[in-house]
């Protein structure tokens, strides 16, 4: 059945297949993280080999990582499809194309294997060209989103891991344009990604599947803390990222600090807290799903409005 299924798939829906596995379309968003923490730091552009390296190789590590997140989990996953009523979940970024297409057979281990293998090589290599620094920081994303995976069934500690891993990016991309940046603004940096991505992404995410999760004995939030619990840790998240967004840039005082501000602070209440109280007030999976994709769009806005200030000044 599945051989019958991966030969059915050919020329552009086989990438798409690929594509899919990796979360393109979430991958391609997650690249202004790290492009909008380097802007930050370094408060200039970059030369443009610099940029354009930056990107190719911030694009390959998420393509990579999502894509071995797929390859460890496609057991489980499978087991998940085959309980899961889609339908009730409500729409995410992450579904946009096939959802865990190694699960469903469309695509075999090994190929999902030698596509997460050949990004993991490029971005690898583009880190290399950036600092050494940030190959071992991209190692160490791989090896923790292997170990996040391998705790689905162990503890709701591992969203711990999830939110370590969605900051490595935006830290890689500090040292690939200064190889001694502040470790004050690298700890602001961090926390302001990582309660994003506790927030914003992986909590609303799992509350969309809990009752799969349940089934499957998952230890997520929702299952250990209840959607009450889960709600409530959810809103406090977005508020204390919107809060590091600000103090950021208290860091790194600039003529366009106050309109940093306040733009930070719209752009948060918009994506983050309008969306996250919602949640908190109405409880349903269909909200979750809207928060999920509008924090998704979160570090873009970010970055637009550096990227806008700095050509304005």
């Known amino acids: 059945m599945e051989t019958r299924l991966i030969q059915n798939c050919t020329g552009f ?10 979360r393109t379309t979430h991958a391609v968003l997650d690249i202004a993280a790290p492009a909008a923490a380097a802007l930050m730091w370094l408060q200039a552009f970059p030369p443009l080999s610099v940029i354009i390296t930056g990107l190719a190789t911030a694009l390959a590590g998420y393509l990579a990582v999502y894509a071995l997140n797929d390859v460890v989990d496609f057991r489980l996953d499978k087991i998940k499809l085959q309980q899961a009523e889609h339908a009730a979940s409500g729409f995410d970024l992450d579904s946009m194309h096939v959802r865990h297409p190694l699960a469903q057979g469309l695509l075999s281990l090994p190929e999902g294997l030698v596509w997460t293998g050949v990004w993991a090589l490029l971005a690898l290599a583009g880190a290399y060209l950036l600092n050494p620094t940030c190959v071992l920081i991209f190692l160490l994303s791989i090896i923790l989103e292997i170990l996040y995976c391998l705790m689905l069934q162990v503890s709701h500690l591992r969203i711990v891991i999830s939110g370590v891993v969605k900051t490595l990016g935006g830290v890689a991309a500090v040292f690939a344009v200064d190889p001694q940046p502040s470790v004050s603004f690298l700890s602001i ?11 914003g992404q992986n909590i609303p995410n799992d509350l969309t599947d809990v009752d799969e999760d349940m089934q499957l004995d998952a230890k997520t939030v929702p299952v250990r803390f209840g959607p009450g619990g889960a709600r409530w840790i959810i809103l406090a998240s977005l508020i204390a990222a919107v809060i590091m967004s600000m103090i950021l840039f208290k860091m790194r005082p600039l003529p366009y600090g106050p309109l940093y501000m306040i733009g930070a602070l719209v752009i948060g209440i918009y994506f983050l807290l309008i969306p996250g109280y919602r949640l908190y007030v109405m409880k349903t999976r269909l909200q979750a799903a809207r928060l999920f994709n509008r924090a998704s769009y979160y570090p873009l806005a970010i970055l637009v409005m550096v990227a806008a200030l700095m050509l304005w000044f």
């Open 189 to 199: 940096l961090f926390l302001w990604l990582f309660f994003w991505e506790v927030g």
């Open 13 to 22: 829906s086989y990438l798409k297949l690929f594509l899919a596995l990796s």
